[in-house]
């Protein structure tokens, strides 16, 4: 090692500068270099970045559940393009209904997203993180939060359906248009575990007007009910346009009079297959739906009717 000393003017004392001067092998340095690097990798974020990944929310309101499961508790609704970070591993949801990535919300909170409504990719930076600032730490429920999805959302509520009802009597083809009173069940497990399905069930407490055109005093009631799969076809935070495949009933009991003053009873029970198409959006805290159905049974006829459900 040589060793120089340089003298600096304009002060009293003299400052002593020394300079180290060292060979060093261009090999030594490398090694050092690799050294370092492996000082400075921390061993549980280069295991963390093989079990994470960075992603971006495709679309707006998506809802982050506290478990895999669209019944659990929603944390918090993130907005279409936000980037987040979250796990490459998928978790299977409750019964089986629909497939989560595990995200992170900030320090050391974590919730569920469905992996239709998050885009990932497979590079990570583990040294930078942006937290979700949207997040309340102190509620469960951030203020000012977006309704839940619909389509994985349970409903109840009651509609008025309008009915074409049509049928054969003594090789005639006989239509009214019914007003009916409905009760409507949608969504998730709401009969039984499984997906999205429409339970509605109609009543008109008078007989179709053709029966006393055509046969006499009539009265008594039907009903028009069905149970449908539903699927989306256009979903926003909340609106969703739909469609549904499924089985109808139709019960009619009747007294009618052929005789005055003999009454004779009719009952009859038909089934067939349904298939709707619908629109629904939130008003509120509530749901307003309009679904039109088209019933193939002995005859084919066509309904319309509008509801208002309530989440449950």
């Given at each position: 090692m040589d060793v120089e000393v340089f003298k600096?003017?304009?002060?009293?004392?003299?400052?002593?500068?020394?300079?180290?001067?060292?060979?060093?092998?261009?090999?030594?340095?490398?090694?050092?270099?690799?050294?370092?690097?492996?000082?400075?990798?921390?061993?549980?974020?280069?295991?963390?970045?093989?079990?994470?990944?960075?992603?971006?929310?495709?679309?707006?309101?998506?809802?982050?559940?506290?478990?895999?499961?669209?019944?659990?508790?929603?944390?918090?609704?993130?907005?279409?393009?936000?980037?987040?970070?979250?796990?490459?591993?998928?978790?299977?949801?409750?019964d089986g209904l629909g497939v989560f990535y595990k995200i992170r919300l900030g320090k050391k909170r974590y919730g569920y997203i469905v992996d239709t409504e998050v885009k990932p990719s497979l590079k990570l930076n583990v040294f930078k993180f942006k937290e979700n600032k949207s997040f309340s730490k102190n509620n469960s429920k951030p203020e000012g939060a977006r309704k839940a999805p619909i389509y994985f959302t349970k409903f109840i509520g009651g509609g008025i359906n309008y009915v074409n009802f049509t049928e054969e009597y003594a090789s005639v083809i006989l239509s009214d248009f019914s007003t009916m009173f409905s009760l409507k069940m949608t969504g998730p497990g709401v009969l039984f575990d499984g997906p999205p399905i429409d339970l509605e069930i109609n009543l008109s407490f008078q007989p179709p007007a053709y029966y006393s055109d055509l046969i006499g005093p009539t009265s008594g009631f039907y009903s028009l009910s069905s149970l449908s799969f539903v699927a989306p076809l256009h979903e926003s935070s909340s609106s969703l346009l739909f469609y549904s495949l499924g089985i109808m009933g139709v019960y009619e009991s009747f007294s009618v009079e052929l005789v005055p003053g003999t009454p004779l009873e009719v009952e009859e029970l038909r089934l067939g297959a349904v298939l709707g198409m619908g629109y629904a959006f939130y008003v509120g805290d509530f749901l307003l739906k309009f679904d039109a159905k088209y019933y193939y049974e002995q005859e084919k006829y066509i309904a319309g009717g509008v509801f208002l459900q309530k989440s449950y």
């Open positions: 600096i003017k304009g002060h009293n004392n003299h400052m002593l500068i020394i300079k180290n001067i060292y060979k060093v092998s261009p090999y030594v340095i490398l090694l050092l270099f690799f050294c370092v690097q492996l000082l400075v990798i921390d061993p549980a974020s280069a295991k963390k970045s093989k079990q994470s990944q960075k992603g971006i929310v495709k679309v707006d309101g998506a809802a982050i559940y506290k478990k895999p499961d669209f019944d659990s508790a929603i944390l918090d609704y993130l907005d279409k393009g936000l980037k987040v970070v979250l796990t490459r591993k998928t978790y299977k949801g409750k």
